[in-house]
């Protein structure tokens, strides 16, 4: 029986499986993977660009919740020893930011692909902190050809 590579830290492979760079990257923690399913975390820090008086605001939460989408593309192209591509927001279907993060706590993002179609993948995104649910959202990505 192999051991589960998960949860993945190691900064260096993380910057592998997204196409962002600091400060930008909001992604610390590859949780889980599945062909359809992607958990990711986030530990918030004092120095993020998206933290103003201790509060993670709205853009750094879509920002997770949108590279938790990228970490799944990533992460299925690496497994299969591809460069990941390079990938864009295309709709925010619905959002809903319940409470915001404040810095120290750790968010995890949970996303599910619901449609794949042609490079266009609809995906339902939750971010919670522990098991509270703090933001819902429905997003479309698209693969750049």
């Known amino acids: 029986m192999t051991a589960s590579p998960f949860p993945i830290t190691d900064s260096i492979l993380l910057q592998e499986l997204l196409p962002h760079r600091a ?3 909001m992604i610390d923690t590859l949780y889980d993977f599945t062909d359809t399913t992607v958990q990711a975390g986030l530990t918030i820090q ?3 660009i998206f933290v103003e008086d201790g509060i993670f605001l709205e853009a750094g939460i879509l920002e997770h919740m949108a590279q938790s989408i990228a970490l799944h593309t990533g992460y ?9 591509p390079i990938g864009y927001l295309g709709t ?11 810095i120290g706590e750790d968010i995890s993002t949970s996303a599910t692909i619901l ?3 042609m490079g266009v993948t609809l ?13 819902y959202a429905e997003i479309k990505s698209v693969i750049a050809s």
Not at 76 to 84: N, T, V
Not at 92 to 102: E, G, H
Not at 123 to 132: A, L, P, R
């Open 123 to 135: 995906v339902s995104v939750e971010t919670f902190i522990g098991d509270k649910r703090i933001a």
């Open 76 to 84: 299925s192209f690496y497994i299969q020893q591809k460069a990941a």
């Open 92 to 102: 925010i279907k619905s959002i809903a930011i319940d409470y915001f993060p404040m």
């Open 46 to 48: 004092e120095d993020n």
């Open 115 to 117: 449609q794949e179609f």
């Open 23 to 25: 400060p930008i990257i």
